[in-house]
C-alpha cells in the first residue's frame, strides 16, 4: 500500500477533497497540519488514515519530525504534497531530506518559483515573455526603464499571488518603491502588458501527458484587486481555446512536468504592444499547483467532473477516466465587505438560485485577492454569465 503525506489538508478547506479520493483508492493518507484535530472536519477526519498536529508548520524540525514518525509507523513514503503554492519549498526539502523521488526536488526551484527563472523555459517552448530586470537602484532600473517605457510592474521574484506587486508609473514612484521595499526581497521589474490573464490548468501523468485540461479567463487585475480592495471576479472557461490548449502543453513539455496538477497564466494580448499584436498568447508565469482556493471545485461545476477524483487516479494508478458531462462557464464572484451593492447577498443569491452551486464566506488568508463573500454558478452562455457579473457588482 502506497503512504501518502499531505502537508496542511485542512487549508485551503475544500482540500479534504483530494485525501478523500486518495483513500479512496487505496493510499494510506497521512496528514500534517497546525490545527488541532478535534477541529478538522468530519469529513477530513474519515478521509485521513492518520493526522500529526504540529505547533507551526513553518517549523521543519516540527514537520520534519512528523515525516520521521510516519515513516517510523508506515514505513517508506512514496508521496508528500500539500498541493498549496505557499508550502512548494517545503516541500521539496522534505522530499530531499527523506528520499521521495516523486515530486518536485530542491534542485528544480529555481525554474518553477523564481519569476525570472520561468522565462528561460517559457522561450524555450517558443512562448514570448516581458522583458524584465531584477531590482538594483535607481540608476539601474531606470536603464532599464528607458528601453521599456513607463509604467513597469515590480514584484518579489518568489512571490505567491499579487502580494507586494506594484505599478510604477513614473520617477517619483519608482524612487518612493526602492526606498521603501524591503531590502531582504529580491524583486523583479518586468514591462507592462495590456491583457487578460487566461490559464492553462491540467492534471499531468508521469509521461508528461495531460488526463484533463481546462482554463479560467481573469479580466481584471488581480494586482488591483488586491491593491485597490476591489471585488473579484474570474470564470472557468466553457472549453478551452486552443491557443491556450497548445502554449500550456508545450510549457508542461519545457518545464518538464510529471505527476502534478498544474496551473500555467498566460497574457492574452489586449491591444498591439512590442510583446506582440492582440489576441496573441505570451507567457505570464508558471504555478506548479492546482488554481487556488475553490477553482477546483469550479473546474468540476464546469465540465461534470471530479477533478478531486482525476488527480488521486494520477497519484495511484497514473490514468484516470476522461470527462464526458456538459460543459458550463462557472464564474466566481467575490465581494468586498462594505460595498454598497444594489442587489444584498440574500437577493443575489435568489435571482440566481438555480444556478448557484457555492456561496460561502472567504478565509482571511485567501480575502485579499478574492472578496470577503464569493458566489459561484453554471450558465451555457457568455451572455448569461455577463449578466450575473453585471448584477454581483452593481452598486447603489
Same mark, same amino acid.
Given at each position: 500500500m502506497k503512504n501518502f503525506v499531505f502537508i496542511s489538508p485542512n487549508f485551503p478547506t475544500n482540500y479534504w477533497k483530494f485525501c478523500r479520493e486518495l483513500k479512496n483508492n487505496g493510499l494510506n493518507v497521512l496528514g500534517v497540519g497546525d490545527q488541532p484535530y478535534e477541529e478538522l472536519m468530519p469529513e477530513l477526519k474519515d478521509s485521513l488514515n492518520e493526522y500529526?498536529?504540529?505547533?507551526?508548520?513553518?517549523? +521543519?524540525?516540527?514537520?520534519?519530525?512528523?515525516? !520521521?514518525?510516519?515513516?517510523?509507523r508506515y514505513g517508506r513514503i512514496d508521496w508528500l504534497e500539500s498541493n498549496n503554492e505557499y508550502w512548494l519549498e517545503r516541500d521539496a526539502m522534505l522530499r530531499v531530506d527523506f528520499h521521495i523521488t516523486s515530486g518536485w526536488q530542491v534542485d528544480d526551484l529555481a525554474r518553477i518559483k523564481y519569476k525570472s527563472g520561468m522565462k528561460e523555459y517559457y522561450q524555450r517552448a517558443g512562448i514570448r515573455t516581458a522583458r524584465w530586470h531584477i531590482v538594483d537602484d535607481f540608476d539601474g532600473c531606470m536603464a532599464f526603464i528607458k528601453e521599456v517605457g513607463f509604467p513597469v510592474i515590480v514584484k518579489p521574484d518568489n512571490g505567491v499571488g499579487a502580494s507586494h506587486t506594484y505599478k510604477l508609473d513614473d520617477e517619483n514612484e519608482l524612487a518612493a518603491f526602492l526606498s521603501e521595499r524591503d531590502p531582504g526581497v529580491r524583486f523583479i521589474m518586468e514591462e507592462f502588458v495590456t491583457a487578460e490573464v487566461n490559464s492553462y490548468d491540467a492534471i499531468i501523468d508521469s509521461h508528461g501527458e495531460p488526463l484533463f485540461e481546462t482554463g479560467n479567463v481573469t479580466p481584471y487585475s488581480i494586482m488591483d484587486i488586491v491593491n485597490?480592495? /476591489?471585488?473579484?471576479?474570474? +470564470?472557468?472557461?466553457? &472549453?478551452?481555446?486552443?491557443?491556450?490548449?497548445? !502554449?500550456?502543453?508545450?510549457?508542461?513539455?519545457?518545464?518538464?512536468?510529471?505527476?502534478?496538477?498544474?496551473?500555467?497564466?498566460?497574457?492574452?494580448?489586449?491591444?498591439?504592444?512590442?510583446?506582440?499584436?492582440?489576441? /496573441?498568447?505570451?507567457?505570464?508565469?508558471?504555478?506548479?499547483?492546482?488554481?487556488?482556493?475553490?477553482?477546483? &471545485?469550479?473546474?468540476? +461545476?464546469?465540465?461534470?467532473? /471530479?477533478v478531486y477524483k482525476i488527480w488521486a487516479d494520477m497519484i495511484a494508478f497514473d490514468r484516470s477516466t476522461k470527462p464526458t458531462g456538459e460543459h458550463f462557464f462557472c464564474p466566481f464572484a467575490g465581494r468586498r465587505d462594505g460595498k454598497p451593492?444594489?442587489?444584498?447577498?440574500?437577493?443575489?443569491?435568489?435571482?440566481?438560485? !438555480?444556478?448557484?452551486?457555492?456561496?460561502e464566506r472567504i478565509p482571511d488568508a485567501l480575502s485579499d485577492a478574492m472578496g470577503n463573500q464569493m458566489f459561484i454558478a453554471v450558465f451555457p452562455t457568455e451572455e448569461e454569465m455577463n449578466a450575473f457579473y453585471a448584477d454581483a457588482v452593481r452598486c447603489e
Open positions: 500529526y498536529k504540529v505547533s507551526s508548520l513553518e517549523n +521543519y524540525d516540527e514537520v520534519y519530525r512528523a515525516v !520521521a514518525y510516519f515513516i517510523s485597490n480592495g /476591489d471585488n473579484s471576479l474570474y +470564470y472557468i472557461v466553457k &472549453d478551452l481555446a486552443e491557443d491556450v490548449r497548445a !502554449a500550456g502543453r508545450a510549457a508542461v513539455k519545457s518545464f518538464g512536468v510529471k505527476s502534478r496538477f498544474v496551473h500555467f497564466e498566460f497574457f492574452r494580448l489586449t491591444k498591439d504592444q512590442y510583446m506582440g499584436k492582440s489576441g /496573441d498568447v505570451v507567457a505570464l508565469e508558471v504555478n506548479m499547483r492546482p488554481c487556488g482556493g475553490f477553482s477546483p &471545485d469550479m473546474m468540476n +461545476y464546469a465540465n461534470s467532473t /471530479d451593492f444594489a442587489l444584498s447577498h440574500e437577493a443575489f443569491a435568489a435571482k440566481y438560485a !438555480a444556478q448557484m452551486r457555492m456561496m
